[in-house]
């Protein structure tokens, strides 16, 4: 009620009485209620954001991870390759 008191008095400090204090009374109040919810809503935005930030982050990180694993599988092929290729020349010079 300390909000309430307070337009009270702040109407009154403007000179106003009757219905005329009611009247802004009742419109700050809603002036109140307006910026509670407009705050609330950009909150929500901010926080949806943040959201699709975040998730798309996982994805980038997901699509390192798959592109680093595919390297590994590649180099590790090129590797076994050469090792066999190796085991081959050896083979064929010991036949030699």
């Not at 910026?35 to 699509?63: A, G, P, T, V």
């Not at 680093?68 to 590797?79: F, I, Q, S, T, W």
Request: cysteine-free.
């Amino acid at each position: 009620m300390s909000e309430l008191t307070a337009l009270i008095k702040l109407g009154k400090d403007l000179g106003l009485e009757g219905a005329d204090l009611q009247k802004f009374v009742k419109e700050e109040r809603e002036r109140a209620k307006e910026d509670l919810e407009l705050e609330r809503q950009e909150k929500e935005k901010e926080r949806e954001r943040q959201e699709l930030k975040e998730e798309r982050d996982r994805q980038d990180r997901l699509e390192r991870e798959k592109k680093d694993e595919e390297r590994r599988l590649k180099r590790e092929a090129e590797e076994e390759e050469r090792q066999a290729q190796l085991q081959l020349a050896k083979l064929n010079r010991s036949r030699s």
